[in-house]
């Protein structure tokens, strides 16, 4: 039987993942720890990096891509909601109450 070989993931280094994300360095690392002062900045879902090198880190390709295209959906279904309830007269906060 022949082994299938996969592709080595790409590691992508910080400033790609600015240039592909459109987020700043320090959004970057808001991202990945909570900090009680902006709760907001902090982001589970957001890709850890990986250690390529004694002080260098990097981020998977794919994960990176990952979490863009969840936050397309994300983006979209909150816009589409928004569209609904300015159609159906209703205010945002009250989309999903059943009277």
């Not at 720890?33 to 090198?53: H, L, Q, S």
């Not at 279904?77 to 059943?98: F, L, M, S, T, Y």
Request: with cysteine; glycine share 8%; aromatic share 6%.
């Amino acid at each position: 039987m022949t082994a299938i070989k996969q592709p080595a993931p790409t590691i992508l280094r910080r400033s790609k993942v600015e240039a592909r994300t459109g987020l700043s360095r320090s959004t970057i690392y808001a991202k990945m720890r909570p900090n009680p002062k902006r709760p907001g900045d902090f982001d589970p879902t957001f890709p850890k990096p990986i250690a390529v090198g004694a002080r260098a880190v990097g981020w998977i390709e794919a994960e990176i891509d990952g979490w863009l295209a969840a936050q397309i959906e994300k983006s979209r279904a909150q816009a589409n909601e928004a569209e609904q309830c300015r159609r159906g007269g209703k205010r945002a906060d009250e989309a999903g109450v059943i009277r």
